[in-house]
C-alpha cells in the first residue's frame, strides 16, 4: 500500500464518522461534543480499532481548532468589553482561583505526590477548557446573553494568570533554578503585555494587516496571524488560546463581521478534531483503576466552578438563571489540563499515576461540561416549579 493511503483512508473515515456523531446528536438534540469524545476514545490507544495513521496531522490540527475556537470568540467583543469586564470581574478571577485550584491540590497531597504533583494539579483542576466553551456558547446560542461577558472574563483571567502559572511550574518541574524560571516568567509577561497594548490600541493597524477584497486572500491572512500569534505566545511560555482571542478582539467590527463569516465552517471541522483527540490519547485500560478518584474530583470541581460562575455573573448583575447559566458553562476542562498533566510526566518530577488520572478527569468534564450548558435550564426551572409551592 502507498504511504500515504493508509493515513487518507483513515483521515477519511475519521470526518465521515465525525459527520454521522454530528448528525447523531443533532437528532438526539444535545452538543457533537460527548460523541466526539467518545468517538475518539473507541477508535484511539486501546480502543475497538486503533487510528494509528493520522497523528501527526491531528495533533497540530486539534491546536489549530483551538486557536480558530478562540479567534473567532474575540472577534464577537471589542477592546473596551475586554476591559470593562476585567475590571469587573476580577474578584470573581480570585474566586475561580481559590475554589478550583484547591480540589486539584487536595488531592494530590492526599495521594502522595507531594508539593509538585499538588503544583501540577492545580493546573488540572483550575482552568475551563476555552474551547469547549466556546463552542457551546455558540451551539445554544447564548453568545448575546447578559451572563456571557462574567463567562468570558473569567476565560480571560484564567489565560492570563496562565501565563505566569506555566512557566513557574515549568520551572518547578524541571528544576532549572530561580534566575532561568524568573526570566522565562519576564518574557511571558512581557509578551502578554505586548499582545494588550497591540489589541487596546493599534486594532485599526491589525484590522489593515488582514483585510482583502479577495475572499481567498482574506482567509490566508486571518488565520495565518491567527496561527503565528498563538505560536509565538505558546513558545514564550504564553497560552496559545490567549493570543489569538487577544487577536480576534484587536480586529475592528466590520472585519470581524467578515472573518466570522469565513471562518466560522474552517472553525468547526478543526473543534471536531480538537475535540476527539482528548478520546484518541486515552487508552480505555487505565481508567478503571483511576476512575473512582476521577469522579470524586469531578463532582467536586463540578461544584466549585459552578460557584465561581455564579459569583462571576452576580458581580455584574445577572438574574438567578443567568447566574446559574455562567456557572454550568465554565464546569468543561480541556485542553489546559492536558498539556499539565504531559508536562508533568514527561519531566519524571511526579507520580506516573497523575497521567491516567487527569486524562480520565479531563474526559468526564469535557462530557460532563456541554451536558450541564444545555440542562441548567430545565433542571432551573423544574426546581423553581417545585419551589414555589411549597413556598405559598
Known amino acids: 500500500m ?7 483512508i483513515e483521515l477519511g473515515a475519521l470526518f465521515f464518522g465525525l459527520g454521522i456523531l454530528g448528525r447523531l446528536a443533532g437528532r438526539l438534540g444535545i452538543s457533537p461534543v460527548p460523541l466526539y469524545l467518545v468517538g475518539g476514545l ?12 493520522i497523528e501527526p496531522f491531528t495533533s497540530v490540527a486539534s491546536e489549530v481548532g483551538v486557536v480558530l475556537l478562540l479567534l473567532l470568540l474575540g472577534l464577537e467583543y471589542s477592546a473596551s468589553d475586554l476591559v470593562g469586564g476585567l475590571r469587573r470581574s476580577w474578584a470573581a478571577g480570585i474566586v475561580d482561583m481559590v475554589l478550583n485550584a484547591a480540589p486539584g491540590a487536595i488531592a494530590a497531597l492526599l495521594l502522595g505526590w507531594g508539593p509538585l504533583g499538588a503544583l501540577a494539579m492545580v493546573g488540572v483542576t483550575w482552568v475551563s477548557s476555552s474551547g469547549i466553551v466556546a463552542k457551546v456558547l455558540d451551539e445554544l446560542g447564548r453568545l448575546g446573553n447578559r451572563e456571557t461577558p462574567a463567562v468570558l472574563s473569567v476565560l480571560v483571567m484564567e489565560d492570563l494568570a496562565m501565563a505566569l502559572y506555566l512557566p513557574i511550574t515549568t520551572a518547578a518541574l524541571t528544576a532549572i533554578g530561580l534566575v532561568a524560571g524568573l526570566r522565562t516568567v519576564g518574557i511571558a509577561v512581557a509578551l502578554l503585555i505586548v499582545v494588550l497594548v497591540v489589541a487596546l490600541r493599534f486594532g485599526g493597524v491589525v484590522s489593515a494587516l488582514v483585510e482583502s477584497p479577495t475572499s481567498e486572500v482574506f482567509l490566508l491572512r486571518v488565520p495565518g496571524l491567527a496561527l503565528l500569534v498563538a505560536g509565538v505566545a505558546s ?39 480538537f475535540f476527539v483527540v482528548f478520546g484518541l ?30 459569583f462571576a455573573a452576580r458581580q455584574i448583575g445577572v438574574g438567578p438563571l443567568g447566574r446559574w447559566r455562567a456557572g454550568a458553562a465554565l464546569v468543561a476542562r480541556g485542553e489546559f489540563s492536558i498539556v499539565i498533566a504531559g508536562l508533568a510526566l514527561t519531566t519524571g518530577a511526579v507520580d506516573p499515576g497523575l497521567a491516567p488520572l487527569a486524562t480520565t478527569y479531563v474526559l468526564l468534564m469535557a462530557v460532563l461540561g456541554p451536558v450541564a450548558a444545555r440542562v441548567v435550564e430545565p433542571v432551573h426551572a423544574g426546581v423553581t416549579r417545585r419551589l414555589r409551592p411549597a413556598a405559598a
Open 281 to 310: 490519547n486515552t487508552d480505555p485500560a487505565e481508567v478503571p483503576a483511576v476512575l473512582p478518584a476521577a469522579l470524586v474530583l469531578a463532582v467536586v470541581s463540578t461544584a466549585t466552578k459552578v460557584g465561581a460562575g455564579w
Open 42 to 53: 473507541a477508535f484511539g490507544s486501546g480502543g475497538l480499532l486503533p487510528l494509528e495513521g
Open 235 to 273: 513558545q514564550l511560555q504564553v497560552s496559545a488560546g490567549v493570543g489569538a482571542f487577544l487577536l480576534g478582539i484587536a480586529i475592528s467590527e466590520d472585519t470581524a463581521e467578515t472573518a466570522a463569516r469565513v471562518l466560522t465552517p474552517l472553525r468547526d471541522l478543526f473543534a471536531a478534531v
Open 2 to 8: 502507498h504511504s500515504s493511503a493508509l493515513p487518507l
